[in-house]
């Protein structure tokens, strides 16, 4: 059965809308923790942006394929458990190379750490 083009441009609406809210969140909390860390920037601000409009839209894809083949329960683990670091690992290779000379890991870390904890309370909240 053929789905009709209003049908299929609000599903497609539907994913845009799965990948887009976390990316908001991502840039809304880490672009105001770099802030309070020094990273002020537009520059410096931008850089951050780039690296989380590559990172954020895999993790969500990941984690909702890890979700529907594996169920919540199981794929939150590996979501925090192996996703997150490797978020956490490329961005700090990416922050090293355009920031040098700056604690890179513990801005990843630092913006990460923020960016979970703000992801996870907005859910709670909306």
Partial sequence: ?????????ETE?????????????????EGIAAC????????????ILFINAVTNPLLVYF???L?????????????YLLLE????LTEYLYYRKVFPGRNCFLLSLILNLISIVGGVLCQRIF
């Fill in 1 to 9: 059965m053929r789905q009709s083009a209003g049908r299929k441009r």
């Fill in 13 to 29: 609406m539907d994913e845009l809308v799965l990948y887009l809210r976390p990316l908001l969140l991502t840039v809304f909390f």
């Fill in 67 to 79: 979700m529907y083949h594996i169920g919540i329960e199981k794929s939150t683990l590996i979501i």
């Fill in 63 to 65: 984690s909702f394929l």
């Fill in 85 to 88: 670091p490797l978020v956490i």
């Fill in 36 to 47: 309070v860390m020094g990273y002020r920037s537009v520059r410096e601000q931008l850089y």
